[in-house]
């Protein structure tokens, strides 16, 4: 079954800016194309939205302890381009970047933003989260969402907004190229659950990991990434039989 998920995903992705920068006006954030009418503007191709029973994203409060293995990030590669594809801001990657989770590699293909988060944590919202795509050799995707809250300037993303414009579909390459390892925290401590994309299709059979420990942002750097992408971010879906190991 999860095969088979994988395989319908590689063939219909459009999820937030993976494939294509361009106008999406048949889906959106607000009024009829919003996310509680995604299932009903393409009942075949966004079914999953409304009948998906492992949907993305979600409230992490009912834990398992777990011994969750060591997160094993190997980020050798650089963040390349960003620009704002008019549901999110995305940045694409470069080079080997390589997470491995259940002895498979997943490799990044690119990261993009949510303001507010989508995810919350023991009921709780963050200002922005940002969300890193990757797929293995088998068409399978990992997620790994990091958290910011408002704090300290960030310098890592600073460099991506001295290039972006607000200009949907403008591409534009970094001068400050970085490796997107760089956003992440010192301790990488994680919860873990199974679910899907938080965008049309909703494609289900994706692996979440969430960090624990969140990033900070400037006030400044959170207001302009909002200004640009609005409120972007899925309402939680209910877990129904699922657990968050921790």
Request: some cysteine.
């Amino acid at each position: 079954m999860k095969k088979a998920l994988s395989l319908i995903a590689a063939m219909t992705f459009s999820f937030a800016g993976v494939t294509g920068e361009g106008h999406h006006a048949e889906w959106g954030y607000t009024g009829k194309i919003g996310p509680e009418h995604w299932g009903d503007l393409k009942p075949k191709k966004f079914c999953m939205c409304k009948r998906g029973v492992n949907q993305s994203p979600v409230d992490l409060n009912r834990f398992i302890d777990a011994k969750l293995p060591k997160l094993k990030i190997q980020y050798a590669g650089i963040s390349h381009d960003v620009v704002n594809n008019g549901h999110t801001i995305k940045v694409t990657t470069q080079g080997k970047n390589v997470v491995e989770v259940d002895g498979i590699k997943f490799y990044l293909k690119q990261f993009h933003f949510h303001t507010p988060s989508e995810n919350k944590i023991e009921s709780k919202h963050y200002p922005m989260e940002a969300h890193f795509v990757h797929k293995s050799d088998n068409d399978e995707y990992l997620v790994i969402a990091l958290m910011f809250e408002e704090g300290k300037e960030n310098k890592a993303l600073q460099k991506m907004l001295n290039d972006l414009s607000a200009k949907v579909g403008e591409r534009r390459q970094l001068h400050e190229m970085f490796n997107p390892g760089e956003l992440f925290p010192k301790k990488l401590d994680y919860y873990r659950f199974e679910g899907s994309f938080t965008t049309p299709p909703c494609t289900e059979g994706v692996r979440w990991i969430v960090l624990k420990i969140p990033v900070t942002a400037s006030k400044e750097q959170i207001e302009k990434m909002h200004k640009i992408m609005g409120n972007n971010n899925r309402p939680v879906q209910p877990l129904k039989a699922r657990v968050i190991l921790r």
